[in-house]
């Protein structure tokens, strides 16, 4: 009954490290997406997926990677940390429009 | 301008009051709207869809104005624990993407 989850919660890393948020549903929900949030621009997304193998830009995704092997799951990759990249992420899936979040993942980018 | 707009508040009320809050959005062909609530430091979770015709959930009344392009969303006889940033959703036509306002901080004192 998990429905959403991200992984890891809290992360912590430097400057120009690679970086992965996993992001897995348990739904079989087409869609997924990603999105950060920061003060004063609410959510922003980043990279989304129609379905498995489908993957589309963002509002934001210069600096993010993004791949879907399989229906489940949504890695975001941080090719070269930045640390204007600090911030919440989430992960969201949806079946049609109404669009589900995971818990979030706090980046900090030293 | 923005997508989607929002009054950031916040809007402090006592309990039992009734509050209103409203958005407005830029994309005439927006063709499907929320309100999501997001609590400190955690996820946004949908409080309810907003329908042409207006629409009610217990103490929470969504209605939306096509022509000035406008969402609202009532709260009658506030509780302590309506204490959330509430965020309007717009999703365009046949687009699987949606736009989130940066949020209304609702704080209930006793």
């Known amino acids: 009954d998990a429905g959403i989850t991200q992984s890891p919660r809290y992360k912590i890393t430097e400057t120009g490290r690679q970086v992965t948020l996993m992001c897995h549903q348990t739904w079989s929900h087409s869609y997924m997406f990603w999105y950060r949030q920061d003060l004063g621009h609410g959510l922003r997304l980043i990279y989304y997926s129609a379905a498995a193998d489908i993957t589309d830009k963002g509002e934001v995704p210069d600096g993010y990677v993004v791949s879907r092997s399989k229906t489940e799951n949504f890695p975001l990759t941080l090719e070269s940390a930045t640390r204007s990249q600090t911030s919440v992420y989430f992960c969201?899936?949806?079946?049609?429009?109404?669009?589900?979040f995971g818990p979030g993942t706090r980046l900090l980018v030293l | 301008r923005k997508e989607v707009e929002q009054d950031p508040g916040p809007f402090n009320v006592p309990e039992g009051a009734t509050v209103a809050f409203n958005c407005t959005y830029s994309?005439?062909?927006?063709?499907?709207f929320f309100w999501y609530r997001q609590d400190c430091r955690k996820e946004p979770k949908l409080l309810m869809s907003v329908y042409s015709s207006g629409n009610e959930d217990g103490r929470f009344t969504a209605q939306l104005n096509r022509v000035s392009q406008y969402i609202s969303l009532l709260i009658r006889d506030s509780k302590l624990s309506d204490s959330a940033t509430y965020l309007c959703v717009v999703g365009s036509y046949n687009t699987d993407k949606l736009i989130f306002g940066t949020g209304t901080r609702l704080q209930v004192f006793p």
């Open positions: 994309n005439s062909a927006s063709q499907s």
């Open positions: 969201a899936s949806s079946p049609e429009e109404t669009q589900y």
